[in-house]
Structure formats: structure tokens, C-alpha cells
């Protein structure tokens, strides 16, 4: 699975979007673009996920690159229940499963009233 | 809810005991893995598990190992432990492959001392 980067920490005010950067420039065409969350002790949730074009559901949307060697996580207006650590994950399908993912340090996002 | 039921939530062992962590993974789920999760650290990929066998597995010691259950639930049983066992230890579940996601329980805290 490719390797993306993250920044350590981000700030967003409440009702505000939060955008949340991934760089994944060693992506290969057949992987996959994951975001989980954790909440503070807690079991990692799922977010979204995509291959080359935006994805939105009742969560977030995913903004892809063209080049597909970044892509971007937008919680269109982050409530203080969005504070968490969010992780950029790269995973190839078929051969990869999806419970077998390679986790980072992530990005925590801190939102604030 | 996930579905994903880990027991149990806590454990406090000392060191060189064997340890037995259990994993209820949701309904229809074929494959299970393990993961660890310390302090500050994204969690790290342990082993899975598909039909009863070990279909992956990270780069963790042989005393590291799991059992599958024809029900799909799920065991990690850690031998001789090590004070840097202490960490979070998760489960998650999913269909073996497609695009799917997997879904985390909520973790056990094992404590070493």
C-alpha cells in the first residue's frame, strides 16, 4: 500500500468546513483512497472512500486530484463531535481487504466553539 | 454501534502471563483482523483472519497469535507478555474483499506491569 502524509494537527471553528489535506504521491492506479476517524477511545470509524472521483455522503465529501497523488476530506460544517484523529488511508483492491489497513499518525482535528 | 463487540474492556496482566482477548465480529463478516494501538501511535496491523485461518499478518513475534471460530468470532492471545504490550488492542470485521469498509469494535485497554 502506497504511503500518505498528514499533517499532525489542525483547528476548525464549529459550523465551519474542516478540510483535511493527504498526500499520496506513490499511489498506484489500483488503489483506493480510505479516511477513518478515531474519537478519543474509541474504535476507529469510517468515513468515505474513492478511486479517482469526488465521493460525497452523509459525512464528508472527498476531493481527489486529478493526478490522484492527493486528495482532500471536507466535513462541510464540523460540530465540537468531529474532534478526533483523522487517518488518510491507501489500500489496493482487489488483493487488499478491507479490514487490513496500514494506519499513520493521522491529522487531529481540534473543533472549537 | 458497529456491531463489533470486544471483551474485555480493560485487563490488567503482569508481565511474562498469557493473555486471551476475545472478538464478536458483525453478522456475515468472513474476515477478522487484529490490531494494536499504543499511545500517540496510529494503530498497527497485527493479523487477519479468513475461514479459520491467518491470511496476513504484520511484523509482530510468534507469541502473538489468534484463533478464528467457525461463527466468525475471534480470539488474540498474547504468551510471555512485555511491559510494550501495553496498548489498545482493536478488532475489525468486513466481507474478505470488494470495496467495502471494516468496522472497529471499541477496543481493549491492556495494561502490563
Known amino acids: 500500500d502506497a504511503k500518505t502524509t498528514q499533517p499532525p494537527s489542525m483547528d476548525c471553528a464549529e459550523g465551519r468546513a474542516a478540510n483535511l489535506p493527504c498526500n499520496h504521491s506513490?499511489?498506484?492506479?489500483?488503489?483506493?483512497v480510505y479516511w477513518y476517524r478515531q474519537i478519543h477511545s474509541q474504535g476507529p470509524q469510517y468515513i468515505i472512500h474513492g478511486l479517482k472521483n469526488n465521493e460525497t455522503n452523509e459525512m464528508a465529501s472527498l476531493i481527489i486530484t486529478e493526478d490522484r497523488k492527493s486528495s482532500t476530506l471536507i466535513l462541510p460544517h464540523a460540530t465540537l463531535r468531529d474532534t478526533a484523529v483523522y487517518y488518510c488511508i491507501v489500500r489496493a483492491l482487489p488483493t487488499g481487504t478491507a479490514s487490513k489497513l496500514t494506519f499513520g499518525t493521522g491529522t487531529r482535528l481540534q473543533v472549537t466553539l | 454501534e458497529t456491531g463489533v463487540t470486544q471483551s474485555p474492556t480493560h485487563l490488567i496482566k503482569t508481565r511474562g502471563q498469557q493473555v486471551t482477548l476475545r472478538c464478536s465480529s458483525q453478522s456475515g463478516h468472513n474476515t477478522v483482523s487484529w490490531y494494536q494501538q499504543a499511545l500517540g501511535q496510529g494503530p498497527q496491523f497485527i493479523f487477519q483472519?479468513?475461514?479459520?485461518?491467518?491470511?496476513g499478518r504484520g511484523n509482530f513475534p510468534p507469541r502473538f497469535s489468534g484463533l478464528q471460530f467457525p461463527n466468525y468470532s475471534s480470539e488474540l492471545n498474547v504468551n510471555a507478555l512485555e511491559l510494550d504490550d501495553s496498548a489498545l488492542y482493536l478488532c475489525?470485521?468486513?466481507?474478505?474483499?470488494?470495496?467495502?469498509?471494516?468496522?472497529f469494535g471499541q477496543g481493549t485497554r491492556l495494561t502490563v506491569v
Open positions: 483472519y479468513y475461514r479459520e485461518e491467518e491470511n
Open positions: 506513490t499511489i498506484s492506479g489500483n488503489e483506493y
Open positions: 475489525a470485521s468486513s466481507f474478505r474483499q470488494g470495496n467495502t469498509e471494516a468496522f
